[in-house]
């Protein structure tokens, strides 16, 4: 990217998927892409152009969502019910997804970022509108999760679960239990402990750690939270997200960083695998349906969107998952309950947000803890 094409961008001569293109190309990050779009005054599209009619259901469906985010039969129940066929790919986090659908990605029709990518999703003029007519199980939205501040009137998105980060520990291995982002600067647990592939978790908790909010931007507090991130690397085996679950069951790994679910998953298979919320506080997280601008099947995956809003589906998905439903049809149904945070919980919390122009700063801070 060229200060010409920023300039450009500004008149209106280039477009702004190109300009996308070009920053990245040129190894500006996907947040602070997001950033110069909104900057410029080119980041909402969120007053875009009307939902389209949309026309009868496609054969197909293409997915792209976090891992270990689905019930077994979701899918297949799904193909069978309304002779889609589905193709699911992964990712393990917000960045990696994000970085994939502003350089260009398309193809997919449905993808699950957390709230505080939304931002950087509108300013990319990546999303499209969804359209309530095909969603006649909207209703079983749980309130709180009605028309929440990253996306008003949830025109672009249908949420689908949240959780939080924390500490899963093998409690046959570890005592005592773990209960600070501390226990990671703890040198008897080298080489038995990994931290999320995912750097807002990572630098996030060591900001808790020292009393800063998650989403500091303070260049003072992000450097010692880097210092005590790159200490603790000295006893990491990895950075590794959902996939640390069969190190931690086999006890490879004592000591993970790591999302509710994916523990609560974990713990179904290895019983002494516990899960702390660390007293200095951590992360809630929600994530949400979105459909991208570019999306070939926008009726199947409405007709997706409204399938997993029915209670039972919805119920599987948490039942299966562990992570909490934004359903509240669903939360009548679960097997295991999971309460939204009470207020003095919440107190302990913070949700993430977008980091504006200051992503640049922690994607920085990232290459260095990761090359250190
Ligand atoms: N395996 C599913 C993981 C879902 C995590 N979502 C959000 C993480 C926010 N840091």
Request: proline share 6%; charged share 20%; hydrophobic share 45%.
């Amino acid at each position: 990217m060229t200060d010409p094409d920023l300039t450009q961008l500004i008149s209106g001569q280039l477009p702004r998927r190109e300009f996308v293109r070009r920053a990245l190309a040129s190894g500006v990050s996907f947040s602070a892409v997001g950033a110069l779009l909104a900057a410029c005054g080119k980041g909402s599209s969120k007053d875009g152009p009307a939902v389209a009619e949309l026309g009868p259901i496609e054969k197909q469906l293409n997915l792209y969502l976090w891992s270990d985010y689905l019930a077994d039969d979701t899918l297949s129940n799904f193909e069978k019910e309304f002779g889609v066929r589905v193709t699911l790919d992964t990712y393990e986090s917000n960045e990696e997804m994000a970085a994939k659908l502003l350089a260009g990605a398309a193809g997919y029709d449905l993808v699950l970022p957390s709230s505080y990518l939304f931002p950087v999703l509108f300013a990319g003029d990546l999303l499209a509108p969804l359209d309530r007519r095909h969603l006649p199980n909207w209703t079983n939205v749980a309130p709180l999760f009605v028309d929440p501040a990253w996306d008003p009137g949830n025109a672009h998105s249908a949420p689908w679960g949240w959780g939080l980060t924390g500490i899963a520990y093998r409690s046959d291995l570890v005592r005592p239990a773990p209960e600070s982002w501390s226990v990671f600067l703890d040198q008897n647990y080298r080489g038995k402990m990994t931290m999320l592939d995912d750097l807002r978790d990572v630098i996030g908790s060591f900001l808790r750690h020292r009393g800063h909010s998650l989403n500091s931007t303070d260049p003072a507090q992000l450097e010692v939270a880097k210092q005590d991130a790159i200490a603790a690397k000295r006893n990491l085996k990895a950075y590794l997200s959902a996939p640390v679950k069969g190190q931690l069951i086999a006890g490879d790994v004592w000591i993970a960083q790591m999302w509710s679910g994916d523990a609560a998953q974990a713990i179904t298979e290895q019983s002494a695998i516990k899960f702390v919320v660390p007293r200095e506080g951590s992360m809630i997280f929600v994530d949400a349906l979105v459909m991208p601008r570019s999306a070939p099947h926008k009726r199947a995956a409405h007709e997706f969107i409204n399938y997993v809003l029915r209670p039972e589906v919805a119920a599987a998905i948490s039942d299966q998952t562990g992570y909490a439903t934004a359903n509240q049809a669903a939360a009548d149904l679960t097997k295991i309950k999971v309460p939204y945070p009470t207020d003095e919980e919440l107190a302990l919390l913070e949700y993430q947000t977008d980091l504006g122009r200051e992503a640049e700063r922690w994607d920085r801070i990232w290459t260095e803890i990761k090359a250190a």
